[in-house]
């Protein structure tokens, strides 16, 4: 079974040619007519939406092949879903139809994730050639990957006792409806196992909406939960579903739970006690069919203890408790992990380009970012060692190594340039301006969390980031080990 949230099996096995599911939103019932008219004629499944919170239910409940949003909707906009929408769908094209033709709106539709737009009025045939351009390139964009056994990515692997007892537990719980806690460090697979419960549950045809709080705007984020209504506040426009109400019947995962704020906390508290909760703004208390995973890679105990975190939430969403042991604490588990990442991104033998010397070499390293930065090293080393045996050298430095290793005495440009030639004298080294900004953004965040002595608000400010976007950048940069 493939555990996947995003992976979408219709788009991955059918040729060009073949039937398709197309799923149109739009609230004009003459347009969804014509579509249906058209598609129809071309042996294609037509499923049509009049809002997007219907059209995000049908997405969810049987994945389309494609889908032609528009832009104004009743409620939700149709830009506003779209960020959601490919979350669920995965590679699946989206085609934005708007009224106004503006660049505006065909640059945010795009940037979101759109493969085309369409204005509206158009013709028919204008219709069909990007509807079918959009389905053949995604369909050859299938095609062009390596032929890989793309049935075991998301999988969750592991040999060590910690990683067997792990998956017990998710046998055991995934049939339930019960609350589960999943702790442990930054890349330590949280995430991966809330969606593999989701998807052995009997919610598993339903959305499974992972979000993480700290991603969304401070003032925003009860709404975003929980949705508002008209005039709520400013800038509320129209009535708004929230996420607990688009992922009924399914599963929500929260994510960074120890980052919720208090005022938040007491809402979650409601929905897991009773099942209920209001859009901002709104009387009408809602019931919520949702099962609730939180993952979090800090001590909640402690959390407590400083009174920002709620006792009775703890309680009630640690049901159960899966905890996942750092990568060092499971060597048992590093080869096996190591050879399902290169299978991943090579069609050459793992067992050789990957020999048992090369596999104690890593098992001795630190793996601060758990296996997250196993995955990237080894992608890395992939790409290096371009089909030969791999070799230590082909692995990039670990992150505990590259981070605060720059005590130098040449003058700041003459480090600068060194590192440059190094790269330029690769001929094959690409995306040269994001790589300077990999190696030397840590090295700023770093020096800035260690002046603020570790506060991370007054480091974003120091920064001039937003909170969330440091937390973003200390995840991805795998710093985020406290
Ligand atoms: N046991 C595993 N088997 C295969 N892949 C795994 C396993 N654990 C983690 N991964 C992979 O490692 C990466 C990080 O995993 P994931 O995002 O689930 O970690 P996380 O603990 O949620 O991290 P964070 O706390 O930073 O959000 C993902 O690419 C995931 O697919």
Known sequence: MNQDPKHNPASETKPVDEQYRVLVIDDEPSICWAFETLFASQGHQVVTASS?????????????DLVLLDVRLPGQSGLELLPKLKQ??????????????????????VKRGATDYLTKPFELQQVKQVCDAALRSSFDAELKKPTIDRSQRG??????????QVFRQIALVAQSDLSVLITGETGTGKELVASAIHLHSHRAQAPYLPIAPVALNPELIESELFGHIRGAFTGAETDRVGLFEMAHGGTVMLDEIGDLPMNIQVKLLRVLEHGEFMRVGDTETRHADVRVLAATNCDLRKAMAEGKFREDLYYRLSGLQIHLPPLRGRKDDLNMLARHFFSQVSQADPQQAMDDDLCSQLAERNWQGNIRELRNAVEHAAVVSRGRTMTLQDFPDPMDETIGD?????TLDDVVNQWIDSLLADDETADLQSQLIR??????????LISTKGNRAAAAERLGIHRGTLR???????MDND
């Open 472 to 478: 973003e950048k200390l995840r991805s940069y795998q």
């Open 406 to 410: 720059e005590e130098t005495s040449g």
């Open 439 to 448: 190696r030397f953004e840590p090295l700023l965040i770093k020096k800035v």
């Open 52 to 64: 997007a919170e219907e059209g995000f239910q049908l997405a969810c409940q049987t994945p389309p």
């Open 88 to 109: 669920q769908i995965g590679n699946c094209p989206v085609i934005v139809m708007t009224a106004f033709g503006d660049l505006e709106t065909a640059v945010a539709a």
């Open 155 to 164: 999988k969750l692997i592991g040999q060590s006792a910690a990683m067997q």
